[in-house]
């Protein structure tokens, strides 16, 4: 090749390299200044939201009932799709000092009156219906102590369960499959928001928007299932939950429970509208989910992703023990997973848990409605205890009522004391009166028990 072709074509190949590198540079630094733009927004929503003494402080969201101003945060860019549906409410969103809120005075009755928590507030407009299927009466009775009152209604239905405390229902039908006692769970649920709807003509606890169907076992988090759906509309059809594949067709685990708008629900009760529909739609036990998915997929619903913005889950199957620390990731859950979960595990906003066992379902609840941490120094937080007497006097009421004396005016706390000691023995003295005899009692049962050992040894050397 001559020496000008060659040059010419070195020359050809580092312009287009050179425009390469510079045309690669620009679209990075678009893509840096675009972040940064939506950054700035973000920042100042949370400015707009956050008062200017909030710094370090733990805040519960309010809800106020009023028009948000011209100049609020309707004229902040939000990604969040709830923060959009929460701007077309007519509420605002503020913020109070948690410790106020908790341990301090009462707001004021004017206050009260435009305030709402968020969570109350969302409970009274979006109406979640929890179902349980009952396995251990136990685990019943620790969702009803727990997290059941924070359902808008509660249903509990299983194959072959009762209790005089907690209302399962049980259908008078011989069940052949898991899938029938969904089916007709399904068909007991529509039936009473229809009637209801009949008979009074307003919605009450019978009405149906979002049903979430869950095992005995499971820790349900109903503030953030309301926080999921809330943008979503009910008459729409969606299912929630853990999706998987198996052989082809999505559906969502039961063992992370999954939920039905209420047009989805209405399909299915309406396509397995009799008995007879509900026993031939399934014919094997633990495997509802799947069929419900397949009944589902054929009416062209299928499962929503409910990952956050991290890919994080909301719907988990595990306990947070097994999500948290070790677990092998081997299984149908993670490696069939409709829609894979990121490198952690659980979102803030998740939904639910598997909790086992009775016990660890109190120690969820505590651990997540009751515990408040205080990352700063309270004021409200640290007052004592509430009490009737006052220390100084609590020993003049222990005379009174242990040793039956009344005069009280010429007793000092030393004399108190000497009137104690004559009436109870000090701790050293009381051990020494009461085991006094016990080495003798020891070295009596030693003795005992090495002639016994002599004498199964001397029987054995016999035989």
């Given at each position: 090749m001559?020496?000008i072709e060659m040059?010419?074509?070195?020359?050809t190949?580092?312009?287009?390299?050179f425009?390469?590198?510079?045309?690669?540079?620009l679209?990075?630094?678009?893509?840096l200044?675009?972040d940064?733009?939506?950054d700035?927004?973000a920042?100042?929503?949370?400015?707009?939201?956050?008062?200017s003494?909030?710094?370090?402080?733990?805040?519960e969201?309010?809800?106020?009932?009023?028009?948000?101003?011209?100049?609020?945060l309707?004229k902040v860019?939000?990604?969040?799709?709830?923060?959009?549906w929460?701007?077309l409410?007519n509420?605002?969103?503020?913020r109070?000092?948690?410790d106020?809120?908790?341990?301090?005075?009462?707001?004021?009755?004017?206050?009260?009156?435009?305030l709402?928590l968020e969570?109350?507030?969302?409970?009274?407009?979006i109406?979640?219906t929890?179902a349980?299927?009952?396995n251990k009466?136990?685990l019943?009775?620790s969702?009803?102590?727990?997290w059941?009152?924070?359902?808008?209604?509660i249903?509990?239905?299983?194959?072959d369960?009762?209790?005089?405390?907690?209302?399962?229902?049980?259908?008078?039908?011989?069940?052949?499959?898991?899938?029938?006692?969904?089916?007709?769970?399904?068909r007991?649920?529509?039936k009473?928001?229809?009637n209801?709807s009949?008979?009074?003509?307003?919605?009450?606890?019978?009405?149906?928007?979002?049903?979430i169907?869950?095992?005995?076992?499971?820790?349900?988090i109903?503030e953030?299932l309301?926080?999921l759906?809330?943008?979503?509309?009910?008459?729409?059809s969606y299912?929630?939950?853990?999706?998987?594949?198996?052989?082809?067709?999505?559906?969502?685990v039961?063992q992370?429970?999954?939920?039905?708008?209420?047009?989805?629900?209405?399909?299915?009760?309406?396509?397995?509208n009799t008995?007879?529909?509900?026993a031939?739609?399934?014919?094997?036990?633990?495997?509802?989910?799947?069929?419900?998915?397949?009944?589902l997929?054929?009416?062209?619903?299928?499962?929503?992703?409910?990952r956050?913005?991290n890919?994080?889950?909301?719907?988990?199957?595990?306990?947070?023990q097994?999500?948290?620390?070790?677990?092998?990731k081997?299984?149908?859950?993670?490696t069939h997973?409709l829609y894979?979960?990121?490198?952690?595990?659980?979102?803030?906003?998740?939904?639910?848990?598997?909790?086992?066992e009775?016990d660890?379902?109190y120690?969820?609840?505590y651990?997540?409605?009751?515990?408040?941490?205080?990352?700063?120094?309270?004021?409200?937080?640290?007052?004592?205890?509430?009490?009737?007497?006052?220390d100084?006097?609590m020993?003049?009421?222990?005379?009174?009522?242990e040793?039956?004396i009344?005069?009280?005016?010429?007793?000092?706390?030393?004399r108190?004391?000497?009137i104690?000691?004559d009436?109870?023995?000090?701790?050293?003295?009381?051990?020494?009166?009461?085991?006094?005899n016990?080495?003798?009692?020891l070295?009596?049962l030693l003795?005992?028990y090495?002639a016994?050992?002599?004498l199964?040894?001397?029987?054995?050397?016999l035989?």
């Amino acid at each position: 090749m001559p020496l000008i072709e060659m040059l010419i074509l070195i020359k050809t190949k580092a312009v287009f390299l050179f425009g390469f590198i510079i045309g690669g540079v620009l679209a990075l630094l678009l893509m840096l200044a675009e972040d940064l733009i939506t950054d700035e927004a973000a920042c100042s929503a949370k400015a707009i939201k956050l008062p200017s003494d909030t710094k370090n402080e733990n805040y519960e969201g309010y809800i106020t009932l009023e028009k948000q101003e011209k100049n609020d945060l309707s004229k902040v860019i939000q990604k969040s799709t709830y923060q959009k549906w929460l701007q077309l409410q007519n509420v605002k969103l503020s913020r109070v000092n948690m410790d106020e809120l908790v341990y301090g005075k009462k707001l004021s009755a004017v206050t009260t009156k435009s305030l709402l928590l968020e969570a109350d507030w969302l409970k009274s407009r979006i109406h979640i219906t929890c179902a349980i299927f009952v396995n251990k009466i136990k685990l019943a009775r620790s969702i009803r102590d727990t997290w059941a009152p924070h359902c808008n209604n509660i249903y509990y239905f299983a194959a072959d369960r009762q209790d005089q405390d907690i209302p399962v229902i049980n259908f008078d039908i011989k069940l052949t499959s898991s899938w029938q006692l969904l089916c007709e769970s399904i068909r007991h649920i529509w039936k009473k928001s229809l009637n209801n709807s009949k008979l009074t003509g307003t919605d009450t606890n019978n009405r149906i928007e979002w049903v979430i169907f869950v095992k005995d076992d499971t820790m349900v988090i109903p503030e953030n299932l309301r926080y999921l759906v809330a943008s979503m509309d009910f008459e729409n059809s969606y299912y929630l939950g853990h999706p998987v594949t198996l052989w082809g067709q999505a559906y969502n685990v039961a063992q992370a429970g999954y939920v039905l708008s209420k047009r989805a629900l209405a399909k299915i009760a309406t396509n397995f509208n009799t008995r007879d529909k509900c026993a031939t739609g399934g014919k094997y036990w633990k495997q509802e989910d799947y069929y419900l998915g397949k009944h589902l997929g054929s009416m062209g619903i299928t499962p929503s992703d409910t990952r956050d913005k991290n890919l994080s889950g909301t719907f988990h199957g595990y306990s947070l023990q097994i999500l948290l620390w070790g677990v092998a990731k081997s299984g149908r859950y993670w490696t069939h997973a409709l829609y894979p979960i990121g490198p952690s595990c659980c979102s803030s906003k998740s939904i639910t848990f598997s909790a086992g066992e009775a016990d660890k379902m109190y120690n969820l609840y505590y651990l997540i409605y009751r515990l408040n941490i205080y990352l700063v120094d309270r004021t409200f937080g640290h007052y004592s205890a509430p009490t009737e007497i006052p220390d100084p006097e609590m020993w003049k009421v222990i005379l009174k009522e242990e040793f039956n004396i009344t005069n009280l005016s010429d007793i000092s706390s030393q004399r108190y004391y000497d009137i104690w000691r004559d009436r109870y023995s000090e701790p050293e003295k009381f051990i020494r009166n009461t085991y006094k005899n016990m080495p003798d009692v020891l070295s009596s049962l030693l003795t005992a028990y090495e002639a016994e050992r002599k004498l199964e040894k001397a029987n054995s050397s016999l035989s």
